[in-house]
């Protein structure tokens, strides 16, 4: 029989997550991918409390902020373009006023520290070896918010710092929740900006420092999330039209190993439950009046009362209103 693809064998881990675990997502692009799909399946979850952080030092910073919040000041920001901006922050916290963008800062911080205080799961999510430098300051940064590039030096971390600052995070981590489990990956996301040969040179440090820090915590676990997409799946129709991001399905794809590897049979027999009620969240009738979606929208409602029932912990009111908004229109 002929093979036309590399299959990557289902990983195995000492553990199994439920709906009792709480996450607390760092990293790229990627991670969000996984973040919004916990969230939707309505896991306990929050994500990138500084933003999207591609490299080590910023998956480093932002996970220090959530374990450790920090006081910003004005002082921390500047003003470029008529916008004020934090080095440590994304542009989604960029304002056209201070105190508007502290307040963003500190709403997300808390709720970053709130889930930290009870996080069982940690999810991190390496793109880049490589960091900006601002020049004037002489520090990394997490953004450049397009500043000139001239006022910046870029540089690929090598793999001693990359292990040691991700390391003392981890390790200040697990000093306060020595149970903590890390699901560590690379993301699949192809930085061609940098370059494809430089691009494979940064997501090769990053593999080879991820394995390291599996060496060193038995906490520690790695995710193939780069390889699935890379080996696996090895198809450009799996990527986006920029040929950098994976599409939906490949994320979907990649998804579906994460639940058959961390879940246990009852947790993905509920995932399920949700999902069933999510597609039917996205069902966009032609004529909305008739008898037939009437009903389907009742048949709905009860779904939720079951689920209501069986899974009480859950909070069901934002779809039970959608629900009942398309009965009164």
């Not at 090769?204 to 820090?213: D, G, I, N, S, V």
């Given at each position: 029989m002929e093979h036309f693809r590399s299959v990557l064998p289902p990983p195995l881990y000492p553990f199994h997550l439920s709906y009792a675990d709480h996450f607390l997502g760092i990293g790229s692009c990627f991670v969000e991918q996984i973040g919004q799909r916990l969230t939707a399946r309505k896991f306990s979850s929050f994500y990138n409390p500084l933003g999207i952080a591609f490299n080590p030092y910023s998956v480093a910073l932002s996970l220090a902020r959530a374990s450790q919040p920090k006081n910003y000041q004005v002082a921390d920001l500047f003003e470029y373009q008529g916008l004020w901006h934090s080095f440590d922050h994304h542009g989604s916290f960029s304002t056209p006023a201070p105190a508007q963008a502290l307040a963003g800062i500190d709403l997300a911080q808390k709720a970053a520290h709130a889930q930290f205080q009870k996080a069982s799961v940690l999810v991190l999510t390496l793109g880049t070896a490589n960091v900006w430098e601002h020049l004037a300051e002489k520090r990394s940064v997490s953004n450049c918010h397009k500043l000139p590039r001239a006022s910046f030096q870029q540089r690929r971390m090598d793999l001693p710092e990359i292990v040691e600052i991700l390391g003392t995070s981890l390790e200040t981590c697990f000093a306060v929740h020595p149970g903590l489990k890390v699901i560590l990956t690379v993301s699949p996301v192809r930085y061609l900006r940098e370059g494809?040969?430089?691009?494979?040179?940064?997501?090769?440090?990053?593999?080879?420092?991820?394995?390291?820090?599996?060496?060193t915590f038995s906490q520690v676990h790695y995710f193939p999330a780069y390889e699935l997409l890379m080996d696996d799946l090895r198809d450009y129709r799996f990527y986006a039209e920029d040929l950098a991001h994976p599409n939906p399905q490949a994320t979907d794809y990649i998804w579906g190993y994460f639940k058959n590897a961390f879940f246990d049979a009852a947790t993905q027999t509920q995932i399920q439950e949700l999902e069933k009620l999510n597609q039917a969240l996205q069902h966009r009738p032609l004529h909305p009046d008739t008898v037939t979606h009437q009903t389907f929208l009742h048949q709905q409602l009860e779904y939720i009362t079951r689920l209501e029932n069986k899974y009480p912990t859950l909070d069901f009111s934002a779809e039970k209103s959608i629900f009942h908004q398309q009965l009164k229109a």
């Open positions: 494809i040969v430089e691009n494979a040179r940064s997501k090769a440090t990053l593999l080879l420092a991820t394995e390291q820090l599996c060496h």
